[in-house]
């Protein structure tokens, strides 16, 4: 793996995008978190993206384009909303679903009929897309995390996932995410029938959406488009995860030490409590950005158990709160067999 451990200079970047073009993986920096990205025209490089994950199959990829990119190139069918959207948010955190174009490999969509697309606004990105086939290729890019785990937030974190993986040829260091919390997306695919779809939120708000287009996004229903990061459990560190409201928690954390407990706290206000923890702030932005570097540090603590102050159930905090939800969901029921026990 090439690796300088310093962040990506214009020769790391060159180096990246030629390993790109040549069908290999490669990790880069995005303002949300770190994409492991291949050739989103090489059916085989994308191939290699599901076997380094571990991810099934039919889980689509976002391909990830260069500023000023041919909308019409990659998707067919666009409605004028979509145009609306990437003018006022790219580069930026949001992803829009929309009818793929013919040449869209498979692999790509999933085998669906959309593909999801996003520029990304990290300077490192857009170099590196810049730099990739000239700035007219497409780069497929998950989280570059295993399947199922907490996505990655640095280049360490990167490292800490695929350190010994050969499919990974290079990761480009470009600092810590500044959102910190997956894009959000909206599928535009079905809009005459179905009207705007919030797949999954982020730091672009449904009502950022609306302001634009002015419709606001409903949410999915059963027949919606499948999206990995809709799955209940997901973006989990594997010590169990439980959140618990801001009163009921030091009492509870209390009967837990007593029991000998080892429990580690994610919290947003003062609380007592002996184990290791990470306070983050009591703002969803700040929240956001700490949160997948305080859940990863968590699981590395030898704890039995990360307990979460759970945030306010109010919009501003939904894309954290979604996030906290699908860490946790794997441990339903945890605290209660705990005091049990
Ligand atoms: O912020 C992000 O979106 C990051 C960075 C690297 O750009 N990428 C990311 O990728 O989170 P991934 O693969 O971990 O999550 C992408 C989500 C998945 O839930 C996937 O199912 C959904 O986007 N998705 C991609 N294409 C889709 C499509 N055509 N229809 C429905 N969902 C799609
Ligand atoms: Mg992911």
């Known amino acids: 793996m090439q690796d300088s451990g310093v962040a990506a200079d214009a020769a790391a970047i060159s180096a990246a995008a030629t390993l790109l073009e040549a069908g290999r993986l490669v990790a880069f920096p995005t303002e949300t978190v770190y994409g492991l990205g291949a050739d989103a025209e090489n059916p085989q490089a994308v191939a290699a993206i599901y076997a380094a994950k571990g991810r099934p199959q039919d889980h689509p990829v976002i391909v990830h384009v260069a500023p000023g990119a041919d909308l019409d190139y990659w998707t067919s069918d666009v409605p004028e909303a979509a145009r609306q959207l990437a003018a006022a948010f790219w580069p930026g955190p949001l992803t829009l679903i929309l009818k793929r174009a013919s040449h869209i490999p498979d692999a790509v969509s999933g085998g669906q009929d959309t593909v999801g697309v996003r520029c990304p606004?990290?300077?490192?990105?857009?170099?590196?897309?810049?730099?990739?086939?000239?700035?007219?290729?497409?780069?497929?890019?998950?989280?570059?995390?295993?399947?199922?785990?907490?996505?990655?937030?640095?280049?360490?974190?990167?490292?800490?996932?695929?350190?010994?993986?050969?499919?990974?040829?290079?990761?480009?260091?470009?600092?810590?995410?500044?959102?910190?919390?997956?894009?959000?997306?909206?599928?535009?695919s079905r809009l005459a029938t179905h009207g705007p779809v919030l797949l999954r939120p982020g730091h672009i708000s449904a009502q950022q959406i609306a302001d634009v287009i002015g419709q606001m996004p409903g949410l999915p229903d059963q027949s919606a488009p499948r999206a990995s990061g809709t799955l209940e459990s997901h973006y989990a560190p594997h010590t169990p995860v439980a959140m618990l409201a801001p009163a009921q928690l030091p009492a509870t954390l209390a009967r837990l030490e007593g029991m000998g407990r080892k429990v580690a706290l994610i919290v947003y206000s003062a609380t007592a409590g002996a184990g290791p923890r990470v306070c983050l702030p009591d703002e969803p932005v700040g929240y956001a950005y700490g949160l997948y570097a305080a859940l990863r540090e968590l699981d590395q603590s030898g704890a039995d158990l990360i307990l979460v102050e759970a945030p306010p159930h109010a919009l501003l905090w939904l894309g954290v709160n979604d996030r906290l939800r699908r860490a946790a969901f794997g441990s339903s029921g945890i605290v209660e067999r705990f005091l049990r026990a």
């Open 121 to 188: 606004s990290h300077p490192v990105a857009i170099a590196l897309l810049r730099a990739f086939k000239g700035g007219k290729g497409g780069l497929a890019a998950p989280s570059a995390n295993k399947f199922g785990n907490v996505s990655p937030t640095t280049a360490q974190h990167v490292r800490d996932e695929f350190g010994a993986e050969p499919l990974l040829a290079a990761v480009l260091d470009g600092g810590p995410s500044a959102v910190g919390i997956e894009s959000t997306i909206v599928d535009l």
